[in-house]
């Protein structure tokens, strides 16, 4: 279990900036590790409502983490908890959160996530390398029969953060696009599907 402050930069890519990306860092197919998050709300998106996201990540087989994020001055609170494959099971059949700190905090900030809901899945094929000060992310995601490419850039610093991944993107002549997080991108082709 743990909490952190989560400081990171992102920039959706095209298909061929992100072969580009690949190329230039010397990334194998082999490097990518598939993972599903699982993303959890209320009817009323009580969790949105406070800036924040619930989700299960699971990473294999056998590796599980529920992590609650809420939005901060600088960053996002971040709460990971490792689950037993059961405890995941168990909260994807019933929607009932796990004992642990999650829950601890969500009691202790009041929210009222009593009506969880599963509203889907979104899955993502992921390498992460060192990168200056941080933690450089390629993702190629897929959900709702959407995909999308993207760039994260994981920092303790914001202001050194910030200028760093703006001189990868000009490096490489990446034009800086407004990039919601997975959730919020999720929500967008997921209410899209609905009016359709």
């Known amino acids: ?4 402050i989560e400081i990171e930069f992102k920039n959706l890519l095209t298909k061929e900036e992100f ?21 959890f709300e209320t009817p009323d ?14 990473k294999s087989r056998t590796s599980f983490t529920l992590t609650l994020k809420i939005k901060q001055a600088v960053g996002h ?17 019933t929607y009932i959160l796990p004992e642990g700190e999650v ?35 390629l993702d190629h995601s897929t959900y709702l029969n959407h995909e999308d490419y993207e760039l994260e850039f994981e920092v303790t610093d914001e202001n050194i953060g910030k200028q760093q991944f703006i001189n990868l993107l000009e490096k490489h002549q990446i ?15 997921k209410q899209g599907h609905q009016a359709n």
């Open 1 to 4: 279990m743990a909490k952190e």
């Open 19 to 39: 072969e580009k990306l690949k190329s230039y860092f010397k990334i194998n197919e082999s490097s990518f590790q598939l993972q599903t998050n699982y993303y």
């Open 45 to 58: 998106f009580a969790i949105k409502e406070h800036g924040g996201a619930l989700r299960i990540r699971k």
């Open 77 to 93: 609170l971040e709460i990971n908890q490792k689950i037993s494959e059961p405890e995941a099971s168990a909260m994807l059949k």
């Open 103 to 137: 829950k601890e905090y969500i009691k202790e900030a009041n929210l009222n996530l009593n009506s969880l809901v599963l509203i889907g899945d979104l899955t993502t094929n992921r390498v992460e390398l060192p990168y200056e000060d941080g933690l450089l992310v």
């Open 175 to 189: 034009p800086q696009r407004k990039t919601l997080n997975k959730i919020r991108r999720f929500f967008n082709v």
